[in-house]
């Protein structure tokens, strides 16, 4: 039972526009949100991330909302830059037990 | 240095076959993790070990045995695997500790085929 969604699979934005990714998920007992971006034949790196507890957390370029009524959090990039183009993991946690989002592959347009 | 190191990267083998996929990192980490990624489907949690010591187990068939023989090593023992554990098995690392907010450094993963 897929816990963590995201479901768009791809995004397509212009260099310096925003990139608005979303992600949902189910299970109330979350207690951290974490943004992970992976290259080709890379592991995933970690990017950013909320605590359960607050609403904004921002970091540069990257800034990543959430709404626990709605289980909704979605990550904005602004501006976007060619160097973003990579696949976007939505990640949950409880514990050391991180679950994943499908990922959303986001394609930076010269 | 903030890398984790994952070898092979590229590994096939047979159904009868017994391998080993190995991780290692030097950052103090006290929690590693092994994850299996197929094909565009996301990270899936088999093992943890906090301390070196098991904590979570996926319910992973026994035919993955994982071993961690100190704090900077884990490995992935394989053996009688089936096709559809072909897939790119993932290890990361993450300080440990109260086990909330982990940030996970992973490594590149081994791509897995088994024919």
């Known amino acids: 039972d897929q816990q963590v969604k995201q479901n768009s699979p791809s995004l397509s934005v212009q260099e310096g526009r925003i990139s608005i990714l979303n992600c949902d998920y189910t299970?109330?007992?979350?207690?951290?949100f974490l943004w992970y971006k992976k290259y080709p034949a890379e592991g995933p790196t970690f990017l950013i991330s909320?605590?359960?507890?607050?609403d904004k957390n921002e970091d540069g370029r990257f800034t990543v909302f959430l709404n626990k009524s709605a289980k909704h959090l979605s990550l904005h990039i602004v501006p976007s830059q060619p160097g973003d183009s990579a696949v976007y993991f939505c990640?949950?946690?409880?514990?050391?037990?991180?679950?994943f989002g499908a990922g959303t592959t986001v394609t930076v347009r010269a | 240095d903030t890398e984790v190191t994952q070898t092979p990267k590229h590994l096939v083998m047979g159904m009868t076959n017994k391998k080993s996929l190995k991780c290692e990192q030097h950052?103090?980490?006290?929690?590693m993790y092994w994850y299996k990624q197929k094909a565009k489907k996301p990270p899936e949690l088999m093992f943890v070990?906090?301390?070196?010591?098991?904590?979570i187990n996926e319910s992973v068939p026994s035919r993955f045995s994982p071993e961690c023989p100190n704090s900077s090593l884990l490995n992935l023992h394989l053996h009688a695997l089936q096709p559809e554990d072909s897939a790119l098995y993932l290890c990361?690392?993450?300080?440990?500790?109260?086990?909330?907010?982990?940030?996970?450094?992973f490594g590149s993963g081994t791509q897995l085929s088994v024919l």
């Open positions: 990361a690392s993450s300080q440990g500790g109260t086990g909330g907010n982990e940030k996970l450094f």
């Open positions: 299970n109330s007992m979350f207690d951290y």
């Open positions: 909320i605590s359960s507890i607050k």
């Open positions: 990640a949950a946690s409880r514990g050391y037990k991180l679950s």
């Open positions: 950052m103090g980490h006290r929690a």
């Open positions: 070990y906090s301390y070196e010591k098991l904590s």
